[in-house]
């Protein structure tokens, strides 16, 4: 299979907290893994990724873990602030090349 | 940034007309993609292309048809529009460099009445 599950699909959050999303995927060959935030009448933007070489990867309050053996990756916010509020997707790479997206995580972060 | 351009950015159909979504970019990107997305289901891959005159079943294309006439440009056609295929259309192109990133439209918002 293909699938990229996605959890959880609502996250709440105390502005200064961390926040983590969870996602698993099928596909044993799968070897890039995007994350996308899209804001309120926006459009996906890339924010992260990680490659199958890596196991960590950090950049500006963003952290992508990913355990090859569990076919498991996550996202973790730390610091949230209001501006983190978005819908946030995870995807995997499959076969044909294509991006396998998750259903989405809405995180709040309330003040 | 690469640019995706996608029109319209609104659209109202009557159910069993023939809707046209066209998408535009100009980065010299080979693949391109149309999604649709709706609460609860995230990004769904409706068609795909890997260059001119070259377009692939996603997974849910049932009921549209996709063009690419050139690199350029890659259009997603609805020839009976339904109620069920009300939703946010967003077209992807994608830089299959390193980074195979997507680069995403503003999205077309289309309600079938």
């Known amino acids: 299979g293909e699938q990229v599950e996605q959890l959880p699909s609502i996250l709440r959050v105390q502005e200064g907290s961390s926040a983590s999303i969870n996602c698993t995927y099928e596909n044993s060959a799968s070897n890039y893994f995007p994350w996308y935030k899209q804001e309120p009448g926006e459009n996906p933007k890339l924010i992260i990724d990680?490659?199958?070489?890596?196991e960590r990867k950090q950049t500006q309050g963003l952290i992508v873990l990913l355990d090859k053996k569990a076919k498991r990756f996550s996202l973790h916010i730390t610091d949230t602030q209001p501006g983190d509020s978005a819908m946030y997707f995870c995807a995997a790479s499959g076969s044909n090349n294509r991006i396998f997206f998750g259903d989405g995580t809405q995180l709040v972060v309330k003040p | 940034e690469a640019a995706v351009t996608q029109s319209p950015r609104n659209k109202v159909a009557v159910t069993g007309g023939k809707v046209t979504l066209s998408c535009n970019q100009t980065n010299n990107h080979n693949n391109m993609y149309w999604y649709r997305q709706d609460t609860g289901h995230g990004l769904r891959l409706i068609h795909y292309s890997y260059g001119a005159g070259s377009t692939e079943k996603g997974d849910i294309p049932d009921g549209y048809k996709a063009s690419r006439p050139s690199q350029e440009n890659f259009s997603l056609i609805l020839e009976l529009a339904t109620p069920s295929q009300t939703s946010v259309y967003f077209c992807?192109?994608?830089?299959?460099?390193?980074?195979?990133?997507?680069?995403f439209g503003s999205g077309t918002r289309l309600t079938v009445l």
């Open positions: 992807a192109s994608e830089d299959r460099g390193d980074a195979e990133t997507l680069y």
């Open positions: 990680i490659r199958s070489n890596m």
